[in-house]
């Protein structure tokens, strides 16, 4: 039973109520630190906590990179809403968010190490930062880490990211469905997602037998 919970076993071994094991190993703060000690000495012993650093359980502390037009909603709202998803999930959970500007290229490595290594970053989220030697670092520094909307290609870190270039397409087919036939893009070309997003665009022009025009159409 190498990776369930035994909560029942745990609280019978060590005299502890079922919800207060089960509120130690989700990580909750409502604990004392004598039941804490307990309960996790016996996880221990039983198994239960092999592999779990790598995992979601007993995280308190998170911190989030993001460019540093993420934290204004007037200059990322998609980025902003983001972060402000984040929050809200973790609000029922007594995780404490934190965050750091981090630009999404040449990104500042001395930053994020000396983030990363205090004592209360437990995980992290890199939310649109592309640096290569950030995702070296990050997976060198073995804490769980997961990176949204970034460009990752060698894949060793779990990522979420949006299918840009069928967005491009859906816009512009949700457009020629209306009706629509002269329709111009305008687009911040400064990263590769809106790169893929013009793909899908061009993609929906092709397929509705127009000729995109770059001076003309964006």
Request: proline content about 4%; glycine content about 4%; overall charge neutral.
């Amino acid at each position: 039973m190498e990776k369930k919970l035994k909560i029942a076993e745990i609280a019978a071994r060590t005299g502890l109520s079922a919800s207060t094991v089960s509120r130690v190993l989700a990580g909750k703060a409502n604990t004392s630190e004598r039941a804490r000690e307990k309960v996790l000495a016996c996880a221990r012993e039983l198994g239960v906590m092999d592999g779990m650093a790598a995992g979601r359980m007993l995280l308190n502390n998170l911190i989030i990179f993001a460019p540093p037009r993420a934290f204004d909603e007037r200059s990322d709202i998609f980025y902003y809403r983001v972060i402000q998803s984040i929050s809200k999930a973790l609000a029922p959970h007594e995780v404490r968010l934190r965050y750091c500007p981090l630009e999404e290229n040449d990104s500042d490595p001395a930053l994020f190490l000396s983030r990363m290594n205090e004592v209360e970053t437990q995980a992290a989220v890199l939310l649109g930062i592309d640096d290569p030697h950030i995702h070296d670092l990050a997976v060198d520094l073995g804490k769980p880490c997961v990176l949204i909307n970034c460009r990752d290609d060698r894949m060793r870190l779990p990522a979420i990211a949006p299918d840009h270039r069928t967005i491009g397409a859906f816009a512009a087919r949700y457009l020629f469905e209306m009706g629509h036939r002269e329709v111009m893009n305008v687009m911040c070309l400064r990263r590769y997602t809106m790169e893929q997003r013009l793909a899908g665009i061009k993609e929906s022009w092709r397929q509705h037998n127009l000729v995109f025009q770059h001076e003309r159409d964006l």
